[in-house]
């Protein structure tokens, strides 16, 4: 099988979206492909890149993979409140191994149909297994404003909100490096979490209007909350006791403080204590939900968009004026912060 034929076979889809009256005017195939955003309408645009090694275990479920790769793509548009449109594939293979590929299409497809949202192109080589997509979303204008949810229009005094859960797909990630030990009924959901995380798309939409400002978090909070800060020049404050709660898996660890030094695990295991935890949560990563800012008058504004959405939000912390990042507990004592966020260069 030759290049073309890999692309004829897994990634050009029947009518792939063009022709009709959605916005791709032509999909794969040509040298380009045409996007006819409605009138009125900003186009947004991200890309991700997936490189194996790095983002993902050599032998992860290509089907996941294929999930994940236009998931962490459709969560940046969730952040900015974007309606995803279409998206390319740039993809690098070692070989051509097609129950492999026919895997991985699935999976993308999968997600690619539940949010409307077209492949219409890309580029096929041989290389190490590397993914990169780049999403194509529409936001409308208001009077000629954009209506895209920024990361610079937190104001002090907002509340800080975060969707979903946090730290499950760190928990995941650990256990699989064998670095925490989690039985079976545990490991299960959070590797979900981590190999098929859920882009927030509804949400995104459904806060235009509402929230001041929002990001999605692939770096884990803190990290990725700074970012708002510092593009809004304010600081906050977060609630660890009420992030915390955010972990999944939390409530079935809670009452079993030894969890995580059990037998026939590795000798790197290390309990998962409750600072532990709190890292996951707070600095995890691979989370993919988002972190959003919103005035205390939006609160019932923002409770019907997370409604609408039918996905959980939780109120955790406050923007301040002061700069920085401030940590407290649920009695607002102050809790040291002991990790930082991740960053691929640090
Ligand atoms: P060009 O030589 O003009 O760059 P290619 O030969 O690389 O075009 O690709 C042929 C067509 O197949 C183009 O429309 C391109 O967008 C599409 N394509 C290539 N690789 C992929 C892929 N992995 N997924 C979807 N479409 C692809
Ligand atoms: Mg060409």
Redesign the pocket.
Known sequence: MG??E??ER???RPGAGAGGSGPVSL???????LLQPQPGTQLAISSDMLVVGRHFFADVDPAALGHKALAVNLSDLAACGARPLAF????ALPEINEPWLAAFSSGLFALADAHGCA??????TRGPLNICITVFGEVPCVNGRSQALLRSGAQAGDDLYVSGNLGDARLALEALRGTAALEARLLLPARARLERPTPRVALGQALRGVASAAIDISDGLLGDLSHVLTASGVGATVNTDAALKLLAAQSLIAHRPNLGSGTGASTTTVPLSKQRLLEFVLAGGDDYELAFTAPPQARAAVQAAAAAAQTAVAHIGQIDAALGLRLIDAEGRVVARQFRSFDHFK
Do not use: M, R, S
Not at 119 to 124: M, P
């Open positions: 290049e073309f890999l692309i897994f990634f050009k999909g794969v195939g040509d040298d380009c492909a390319t594939l740039a993809l492949l219409i192109g890309g580029d096929t």
